[in-house]
């Protein structure tokens, strides 16, 4: 996990931007990137009103 200080909107480009980042969440003033290309879950803690998103094109969905 890598964690960098960012608004909710700017998260999931953060996240694109982070070469190996597939998940992200928001909370707290801090987004918290992930690395899981085969889309499985990650368990973190998230409370009401965090953002939570995933990038498509970097998720083995089987293929």
Same mark, same amino acid.
Request: with cysteine.
């Given at each position: &996990?890598?964690?960098?200080?960012?608004?909710p @909107?700017?998260? =999931?480009?953060?996240?694109? /931007?982070?070469?190996?980042?597939?998940? #992200?969440?928001? %909370?707290? %003033?801090?987004? #918290? &990137? *992930?690395? /899981?290309?085969? %889309?499985? /879950?990650?368990?973190?803690?998230? @409370?009401? =009103?965090?953002?939570?998103g *995933?990038?498509?094109?970097?998720?083995?969905? =089987?293929?």
């Amino acid at each position: &996990m890598t964690t960098k200080s960012s608004s909710p @909107e700017q998260c =999931g480009g953060v996240c694109i /931007a982070q070469s190996g980042c597939t998940h #992200f969440s928001h %909370g707290h %003033g801090t987004c #918290f &990137m *992930y690395n /899981a290309p085969n %889309g499985k /879950a990650i368990d973190h803690p998230v @409370e009401p =009103g965090w953002v939570c998103g *995933y990038i498509p094109d970097r998720i083995n969905w =089987g293929r």
